[in-house]
């Protein structure tokens, strides 16, 4: 993945910090709402629960780690708003979010600068990455994983997928140097199948997606309002939107991401096909 900028280190906590604020209270908030029970009467094991309060402490630890090495210059929590109504629905949530903070620090460990803090990101990365893999494999019964490679994503690219929960921020925040794109959707979304994409803003238009799976970039034509999904991809797929049709940058993006859930079982065989945001 290329650098297209250059971040002072304090901006990049702040924005590590800005996701964990948000993982914090995305767990507290739905453990707050959801009792033993409620796991229960959903069809999930005992034990669900009481692995996803233990997930909510590490966030929590997070948070405290970011906030001591920012001090004052650290970010304060917004508000916010998510989109699930019982603990099924609050699972599957949990694995796109967790798998947007893996990406998140992934993409962000080439603007770090300071060695302790590198070590210290490459720390949270590995256990948010283990939970993306628990919550994928031992709660929804999927792969715990996409592949050999995560995807790297930039900035604006994780800025997007966040920002929907997002209702306001305090106004003494510091800013990020962040835009969100307009959403990108796909009409039942499947590998090696054409997909009609709509994307949520008049007057943009795309001339390519680009699939972007571990390391690699897939790019393919729009053609007559829709794109043939690449046959052989699995696992989460993030596709954004660009005006290239080899390069997929702040310059070329107009939409997106969105992610794209290709699950497929031991045997290699598709299991299930849906855009998970």
């Not at 007057?203 to 799976?213: D, P």
């Amino acid at each position: 993945m290329a650098a297209y900028y250059k971040y002072p280190d304090f901006t990049v906590l702040n924005y590590a910090l800005t996701l964990e604020h948000l993982e914090n209270a995305f767990y507290h908030q739905a453990l707050d709402r959801f009792d033993e029970q409620a796991f229960l009467d959903a069809g999930l094991p005992s034990w669900v629960r009481g692995r996803f309060e233990q997930i909510a402490e590490h966030e929590a630890t997070h948070v405290q780690l970011l906030s001591a090495a920012l001090g004052d210059r650290a970010t304060q929590p917004c508000a916010y708003d998510f989109p699930y109504n019982d603990p099924r629905s609050f699972a599957a949530l949990s694995q796109v979010l967790e798998g947007v903070g893996v990406t998140a620090y992934t993409g962000a460990a080439q603007y770090i600068s300071n060695k302790a803090y590198l070590t210290a990101a490459a720390s949270i990365l590995s256990t948010e990455a283990r939970h993306a893999s628990w919550i994928a494999s031992a709660v929804n019964k999927f792969a715990g994983w996409s592949g050999a490679f995560d995807v790297p994503l930039d900035f604006n690219e994780v800025y997007s997928l966040a920002s929907p929960f997002i209702v306001s921020c305090p106004a003494t925040n510091p800013s990020l140097p962040v835009k969100a794109y307009p959403a990108l959707r796909f009409s039942d979304p499947a590998p090696g199948k054409n997909s009609y994409i709509e994307i949520a803003q008049s007057g943009v238009e795309a001339t390519f997606i680009a699939f972007l799976t571990g390391l690699d970039t897939i790019f393919v034509r729009v053609e007559n309002g829709a794109v043939k999904i690449p046959e052989y991809i699995s696992g989460e797929i993030y596709a954004v939107a660009t005006t290239s049709g080899t390069e997929a940058s702040p310059s070329t993006i107009v939409a997106g991401p969105a992610i794209l859930s290709f699950e497929l079982n031991s045997r290699y065989q598709l299991i299930s096909a849906h855009q998970a945001n």
